[in-house]
């Protein structure tokens, strides 16, 4: 019995090592970033009590080299920074979206399994609050439409804040002391 457990192991040891090698694949995939250039690369941006920039503006999308097949759908790249220009009011950078209008002035839709274009302000630092005179840097990176790629289809991009002013006033307080003894 003992004799066949050893053949039967010795048999699944070979068969394992043997059979199991994987098989050499065929020439390795080469992926390239196609990159659009936004012109102007930069804009200046305001809206109410928010002016700003935004800046280093690019579509990329990832192929396949040689066939040109899409592997990674073309994304908008880029900077938006952002300044609180109101003298009393502070805001709280809610959120924003951006829309890609065509040559008509409607907006060009995102294919239907992508997201919005949308962008969501950073809490951390308490980046969303802007009292007067501060800024704010965010990052762009949102979906692009592949329609929009299409020669003089995009005519401009439309960013949309959403922001919450707020009275911001900056008082003093004097109020008389003693101190022991005197």
Do not use: H
């Not at 066939?67 to 994304?75: D, F, L, M, Q």
């Not at 890609?100 to 980046?127: M, N, S």
């Amino acid at each position: 019995m003992w004799k066949w457990v050893g053949v039967l192991m010795m048999t699944m040891v070979v068969w394992m090592t043997l059979g199991c090698t994987q098989q050499p694949s065929g020439p390795a995939v080469v992926i390239e970033d196609k990159v659009y250039t936004v012109t102007p690369a930069e804009v200046k941006v305001k809206a109410g009590i928010v002016t700003g920039e935004v800046t280093e503006m690019k579509v990329t999308e990832r192929v396949e080299k040689g066939s040109g097949t899409i592997v990674a759908p073309a994304k908008l790249t880029g900077t938006l920074k952002l300044k609180n220009v109101s003298k009393d009011q502070a805001i709280r950078l809610v959120g924003g979206k951006i829309l890609y209008i065509d040559a008509k002035g409607q907006p060009i839709t995102i294919e239907a399994t992508r997201t919005e274009p949308a962008i969501k302000f950073t809490t951390y630092g308490a980046a969303e609050r802007l009292d007067p005179g501060q800024d704010a840097t965010q990052k762009l990176d949102v979906d692009f439409p592949a329609e929009a790629l299409k020669a003089k289809k995009l005519k401009e991009i439309r960013l949309e804040l959403v922001y919450i002013p707020s009275p911001y006033k900056e008082e003093s307080v004097n109020f008389t002391v003693a101190i022991g003894g005197q």
